[in-house]
T-cell receptor, first 113, second 110 residues
Framework: DSGVTQTPKHLITATGQRVTLRCSPR?????VYWYQQSLDQGLQFLIH???????AKGNILERFSAQQFPDLHSELNLSSLELGDSALYFC????????????FGQGTRLTVV | EDQVTQSPEALRLQEGESSSLNCSYT??????LFWYRQDPGKGPEFLFT???AGEEKEKERLKATLTKKESFLHITAPKPEDSATYLC???????????FGKGTKLTVNP
Protein backbone atom coordinates (compact mmCIF):
# COMPACT_ATOMS: atom_id res chain seq x y z
CA ASP A 1 0.00 0.00 0.00
CA SER A 2 1.57 3.25 -1.19
CA GLY A 3 -0.52 5.43 1.13
CA VAL A 4 -2.05 7.31 -1.82
CA THR A 5 -5.82 6.80 -2.06
CA GLN A 6 -7.81 7.23 -5.24
CA THR A 7 -11.57 7.03 -5.60
CA PRO A 8 -13.51 5.63 -7.28
CA LYS A 9 -11.60 2.58 -8.49
CA HIS A 10 -13.84 2.10 -11.49
CA LEU A 11 -16.11 4.49 -13.32
CA ILE A 12 -18.32 3.85 -16.32
CA THR A 13 -20.03 6.81 -17.92
CA ALA A 14 -21.48 7.95 -21.21
CA THR A 15 -20.01 10.26 -23.80
CA GLY A 16 -20.64 13.92 -23.11
CA GLN A 17 -20.80 13.44 -19.35
CA ARG A 18 -18.64 14.95 -16.60
CA VAL A 19 -16.82 13.03 -13.87
CA THR A 20 -14.62 13.86 -10.89
CA LEU A 21 -11.72 11.71 -9.77
CA ARG A 22 -10.36 12.12 -6.27
CA CYS A 23 -6.88 11.66 -4.85
CA SER A 24 -5.74 11.76 -1.23
CA PRO A 25 -1.94 12.00 -1.02
CA ARG A 26 0.28 10.31 1.55
CA UNK A 27 0.37 12.01 4.91
CA UNK A 28 2.82 14.90 4.77
CA UNK A 29 3.13 14.99 0.98
CA UNK A 30 2.53 18.42 -0.53
CA UNK A 31 2.88 17.54 -4.22
CA VAL A 32 0.21 15.78 -6.25
CA TYR A 33 0.74 14.68 -9.83
CA TRP A 34 -1.90 13.36 -12.22
CA TYR A 35 -1.08 10.90 -15.00
CA GLN A 36 -3.14 9.21 -17.69
CA GLN A 37 -2.28 5.70 -18.84
CA SER A 38 -3.71 4.32 -22.06
CA LEU A 39 -2.68 1.19 -23.91
CA ASP A 40 -1.08 2.96 -26.82
CA GLN A 41 0.40 6.03 -25.10
CA GLY A 42 1.75 4.70 -21.85
CA LEU A 43 1.86 7.00 -18.84
CA GLN A 44 1.39 10.66 -19.75
CA PHE A 45 1.80 13.56 -17.37
CA LEU A 46 -1.27 15.76 -16.98
CA ILE A 47 -0.72 18.27 -14.18
CA HIS A 48 1.17 18.95 -10.95
CA UNK A 49 0.01 20.77 -7.83
CA UNK A 50 2.13 21.78 -4.88
CA UNK A 51 0.54 22.92 -1.64
CA UNK A 52 -2.58 24.10 -3.40
CA UNK A 53 -0.95 25.84 -6.35
CA UNK A 54 -0.64 24.64 -9.92
CA UNK A 55 3.04 24.10 -10.74
CA ALA A 56 3.12 22.52 -14.17
CA LYS A 57 0.84 21.38 -16.95
CA GLY A 58 1.47 18.59 -19.37
CA ASN A 59 -0.70 17.14 -22.09
CA ILE A 60 -3.94 18.04 -20.36
CA LEU A 61 -6.92 18.76 -22.54
CA GLU A 62 -8.95 21.94 -22.07
CA ARG A 63 -11.91 19.72 -21.15
CA PHE A 64 -9.95 18.55 -18.12
CA SER A 65 -9.23 20.58 -15.02
CA ALA A 66 -7.83 19.90 -11.58
CA GLN A 67 -7.38 21.51 -8.22
CA GLN A 68 -5.76 20.83 -4.88
CA PHE A 69 -7.66 21.76 -1.75
CA PRO A 70 -6.39 23.15 1.58
CA ASP A 71 -6.42 19.65 3.09
CA LEU A 72 -4.12 18.68 0.15
CA HIS A 73 -6.46 16.24 -1.52
CA SER A 74 -6.84 16.78 -5.24
CA GLU A 75 -9.61 16.34 -7.77
CA LEU A 76 -9.38 15.84 -11.52
CA ASN A 77 -12.46 16.93 -13.41
CA LEU A 78 -13.10 15.50 -16.86
CA SER A 79 -15.94 16.98 -18.91
CA SER A 80 -17.55 16.45 -22.31
CA LEU A 81 -16.16 12.97 -22.20
CA GLU A 82 -15.21 11.15 -25.38
CA LEU A 83 -14.55 7.48 -26.04
CA GLY A 84 -10.83 8.23 -26.28
CA ASP A 85 -10.77 9.45 -22.71
CA SER A 86 -11.14 5.88 -21.51
CA ALA A 87 -7.96 5.12 -19.60
CA LEU A 88 -6.44 4.57 -16.20
CA TYR A 89 -5.91 7.80 -14.29
CA PHE A 90 -3.26 7.78 -11.61
CA CYS A 91 -2.28 10.30 -9.06
CA UNK A 92 1.07 10.31 -7.33
CA UNK A 93 2.31 12.25 -4.35
CA UNK A 94 5.72 13.27 -3.11
CA UNK A 95 7.10 15.22 -0.22
CA UNK A 96 8.14 18.34 -2.08
CA UNK A 97 8.15 19.96 -5.48
CA UNK A 98 11.20 19.82 -7.71
CA UNK A 99 10.58 16.17 -7.80
CA UNK A 100 11.54 13.31 -5.54
CA UNK A 101 10.35 9.71 -5.67
CA UNK A 102 6.64 9.71 -6.36
CA UNK A 103 4.33 7.15 -4.84
CA PHE A 104 1.38 6.24 -7.01
CA GLY A 105 -2.16 5.38 -6.07
CA GLN A 106 -4.03 2.37 -7.42
CA GLY A 107 -5.69 4.41 -10.11
CA THR A 108 -9.20 5.04 -11.37
CA ARG A 109 -10.23 3.08 -14.43
CA LEU A 110 -12.51 5.27 -16.52
CA THR A 111 -14.60 3.69 -19.24
CA VAL A 112 -16.56 6.00 -21.53
CA VAL A 113 -19.32 4.25 -23.47
CA GLU B 1 11.94 16.57 -26.75
CA ASP B 2 12.77 14.14 -23.94
CA GLN B 3 12.44 10.50 -24.98
CA VAL B 4 12.64 7.18 -23.20
CA THR B 5 12.80 3.86 -25.04
CA GLN B 6 12.60 0.53 -23.29
CA SER B 7 13.60 -2.84 -24.71
CA PRO B 8 12.58 -5.50 -25.12
CA GLU B 9 8.82 -4.87 -25.08
CA ALA B 10 8.30 -8.33 -23.59
CA LEU B 11 10.60 -10.91 -22.04
CA ARG B 12 9.94 -14.46 -20.97
CA LEU B 13 12.37 -16.12 -18.58
CA GLN B 14 12.55 -19.40 -16.77
CA GLU B 15 12.80 -19.22 -13.02
CA GLY B 16 16.46 -18.68 -12.14
CA GLU B 17 17.41 -17.39 -15.60
CA SER B 18 19.07 -14.00 -15.12
CA SER B 19 18.66 -11.20 -17.65
CA SER B 20 18.65 -7.43 -18.14
CA LEU B 21 16.12 -4.84 -19.23
CA ASN B 22 17.26 -1.77 -21.11
CA CYS B 23 16.14 1.85 -20.88
CA SER B 24 17.74 4.30 -23.28
CA TYR B 25 17.02 7.99 -22.92
CA THR B 26 17.51 11.26 -24.73
CA UNK B 27 17.08 14.23 -22.43
CA UNK B 28 18.51 17.65 -21.86
CA UNK B 29 19.92 17.77 -18.37
CA UNK B 30 19.05 14.55 -16.56
CA UNK B 31 17.88 15.14 -13.00
CA UNK B 32 16.92 11.58 -12.23
CA LEU B 33 16.11 8.21 -13.77
CA PHE B 34 13.43 6.15 -12.08
CA TRP B 35 12.46 2.50 -12.23
CA TYR B 36 8.96 1.35 -11.31
CA ARG B 37 7.25 -2.00 -11.24
CA GLN B 38 3.60 -2.19 -12.30
CA ASP B 39 1.30 -5.14 -11.78
CA PRO B 40 -1.85 -5.45 -13.93
CA GLY B 41 -4.55 -2.97 -12.91
CA LYS B 42 -2.39 -1.39 -10.22
CA GLY B 43 -0.34 1.75 -9.84
CA PRO B 44 3.40 1.86 -10.49
CA GLU B 45 5.47 0.84 -7.48
CA PHE B 46 8.69 2.78 -6.94
CA LEU B 47 11.90 0.73 -7.13
CA PHE B 48 14.94 2.96 -7.67
CA THR B 49 16.15 6.46 -8.47
CA UNK B 50 19.53 6.99 -10.14
CA UNK B 51 21.01 10.45 -10.45
CA UNK B 52 24.39 10.23 -12.16
CA ALA B 53 26.34 8.01 -14.52
CA GLY B 54 28.10 5.18 -12.74
CA GLU B 55 25.53 4.97 -9.98
CA GLU B 56 24.17 1.55 -9.03
CA LYS B 57 21.38 0.51 -6.65
CA GLU B 58 20.23 -2.92 -5.52
CA LYS B 59 17.10 -4.36 -3.98
CA GLU B 60 16.73 -8.10 -3.51
CA ARG B 61 17.12 -9.68 -6.96
CA LEU B 62 17.13 -6.34 -8.80
CA LYS B 63 20.07 -4.10 -9.61
CA ALA B 64 19.82 -0.84 -11.53
CA THR B 65 22.75 0.84 -13.25
CA LEU B 66 23.09 4.13 -15.11
CA THR B 67 25.31 5.42 -17.91
CA LYS B 68 25.11 8.71 -19.78
CA LYS B 69 22.74 7.25 -22.37
CA GLU B 70 21.00 4.28 -20.80
CA SER B 71 20.04 2.36 -17.71
CA PHE B 72 19.86 -1.35 -17.12
CA LEU B 73 17.69 -3.26 -14.70
CA HIS B 74 19.45 -6.54 -13.99
CA ILE B 75 17.33 -9.36 -12.62
CA THR B 76 19.30 -12.15 -10.95
CA ALA B 77 17.74 -15.59 -10.51
CA PRO B 78 14.18 -14.30 -11.02
CA LYS B 79 11.15 -15.91 -9.43
CA PRO B 80 7.58 -16.06 -10.78
CA GLU B 81 6.58 -13.27 -8.39
CA ASP B 82 8.94 -10.95 -10.30
CA SER B 83 6.53 -11.10 -13.25
CA ALA B 84 5.30 -7.57 -13.92
CA THR B 85 5.76 -4.65 -16.26
CA TYR B 86 8.89 -2.64 -15.47
CA LEU B 87 8.73 1.05 -16.29
CA CYS B 88 11.59 3.47 -16.70
CA UNK B 89 11.09 7.23 -16.41
CA UNK B 90 13.26 10.33 -16.48
CA UNK B 91 13.00 13.79 -15.06
CA UNK B 92 15.00 16.39 -16.91
CA UNK B 93 15.86 20.06 -16.87
CA UNK B 94 13.43 22.22 -14.93
CA UNK B 95 10.49 19.98 -15.74
CA UNK B 96 8.08 18.93 -13.05
CA UNK B 97 7.05 15.78 -14.90
CA UNK B 98 8.30 12.27 -15.42
CA UNK B 99 8.63 11.04 -18.99
CA PHE B 100 7.91 7.33 -19.05
CA GLY B 101 8.93 4.60 -21.43
CA LYS B 102 6.29 2.12 -22.52
CA GLY B 103 7.67 -0.59 -20.29
CA THR B 104 8.99 -4.13 -20.52
CA LYS B 105 6.53 -6.88 -19.65
CA LEU B 106 8.45 -9.58 -17.81
CA THR B 107 7.06 -13.09 -17.39
CA VAL B 108 8.94 -15.58 -15.25
CA ASN B 109 7.83 -19.18 -15.68
CA PRO B 110 8.24 -21.70 -12.84
Amino acid sequence: DSGVTQTPKHLITATGQRVTLRCSPRSGDLSVYWYQQSLDQGLQFLIHYYNGEERAKGNILERFSAQQFPDLHSELNLSSLELGDSALYFCASSVRAGYTEAFFGQGTRLTVV
Amino acid sequence: EDQVTQSPEALRLQEGESSSLNCSYTVSGLRGLFWYRQDPGKGPEFLFTLYSAGEEKEKERLKATLTKKESFLHITAPKPEDSATYLCAVQAGRSEKLVFGKGTKLTVNP
